[in-house]
């Protein structure tokens, strides 16, 4: 059974936001994580109050066949992405190991040669 329900799914697509998605394409080029305070800093908002928009960016990805560039967004404690991240489980993204070799999927991808290109 998903971890997600439908209706949350759709909210989280609808918070896609190119740009969020742009600029940690920018850091997966540069082989480097972003953190929560990162993205709150440049883009303004909380550091909690990302979770839609990565779940946005993560099933977007997803469904493009690219990494899940969503997993390189961390905790500058963990170095990992947020626990309470329930979507990722229902992409198969259920443990440390499974999210760190998503993380080297993310940066053996030429984002330049996507759509996220460009920043």
């Given at each position: 059974m998903p971890e997600i329900s439908e209706a949350?799914?759709?909210?989280?697509?609808?918070?896609f936001r190119f740009d969020v998605a742009q600029h940690i394409a920018a850091a997966a080029a540069?082989?480097?994580?972003v953190t929560y305070g990162d993205l709150t800093r440049e883009f303004g908002g909380t550091d909690r109050g990302w979770g839609d928009t990565l779940g946005g960016i993560a099933l977007r990805c997803h469904k493009a066949g690219w990494p899940v560039l969503s997993v390189l967004v961390v905790s500058k404690q963990t170095g990992m992405p947020s626990p309470d991240a329930r979507l990722y489980k229902d992409l198969g993204l259920e443990t440390t190991e499974a999210?760190?070799?998503?993380q080297q999927r993310c940066f053996a991808v030429d984002w330049t040669k996507t759509p996220l290109a460009g920043r």
């Open positions: 949350h799914r759709r909210k989280m697509e609808k918070a540069r082989r480097e994580t999210m760190t070799m998503e």
